[in-house]
């Protein structure tokens, strides 16, 4: 099962900030919080992980409270591009073997 | 990121017949593939894990007989779905693992008539 729950759509004016919140209460200590997103009829694309330090890409920035409970991920300057569903996974870090469970993610909208 | 990608993009078969979908790390070797199956308006669904070399490990629920994994080599594994039903039409993911991330194919499209 999923260990992660997030709101299942959001909507973000174009331009504006996007700011996606996931909730992991039960992460363990050895679990990095990773962020895939999937365009309607792709694959998911890699966007960002990180343990316990806020982390940052040309993309988008990771937030993850100091008890690691709950991340955020922000679009800075949402486009309509970003339009897709978002999920928050939950994994151990360092073996090829370990899987990456989907929950049912965050549809994300973007309004011109 | 690493390029994977999946062959073909989409298929359309009859009733009772074998479909082989492959998925092929492009610029690295995955000695772990995953197979997901995602329905319309779900989630991905986790189907099995390929390890390059041996017997792949399924899901529960998931038919190893139905849906037989090979993965022959560190870039390649392929998923069959023998004697395909409509029920089977689905999107089919493949996703290639490396120790800190994890890249996923395009996906697969198959219309079982």
């Known amino acids: 099962d999923a260990k992660t729950t997030q709101p299942p759509s959001m909507d973000c004016a174009e331009g504006r900030a996007a700011n996606l919140p996931c909730n992991h209460s039960?992460?363990?200590?050895?679990?990095?919080v990773y962020w895939y997103r999937q365009i309607h009829s792709q694959g998911p694309q890699y966007i960002i992980h990180?343990?316990?330090n806020n982390e940052t890409n040309e993309m988008t920035s990771l937030i993850i409270t100091e008890d690691r409970k709950s991340s955020t991920l922000i679009l800075p300057h949402a486009t309509l591009r970003d339009t897709a569903v978002y999920y928050c996974i939950v994994r151990v870090w360092g073996g090829a073997t370990n899987k990456l469970i989907f929950g049912t993610g965050t549809l994300l909208a973007v309004q011109p | 990121g690493a390029v994977v990608s999946q062959h073909p993009s989409r298929v359309i078969c009859k009733s009772g017949t074998s479909v082989k979908i492959e998925c092929r790390s492009l610029d690295f070797q995955a000695t772990t593939m995953f197979w997901y199956r995602q329905f319309p308006k779900k989630s991905l669904m986790l189907m099995a894990t390929s390890n390059e070399g041996s017997k792949a490990t399924y899901e529960q629920g998931v038919e190893k007989d139905k849906f037989l994994i090979n993965h022959a080599s560190l870039t390649l594994s392929t998923l069959t779905v023998t004697s395909a039903h409509p029920e089977d039409s689905s999107f089919y993911i493949c996703?290639?693992?490396?120790?800190?991330?994890?890249?996923f194919g395009p996906g697969t499209r198959l219309t079982v008539l």
């Open positions: 990180g343990l316990k």
């Open positions: 039960t992460i363990s200590g050895n679990e990095y």
């Open positions: 996703s290639a693992s490396g120790a800190e991330m994890a890249f």
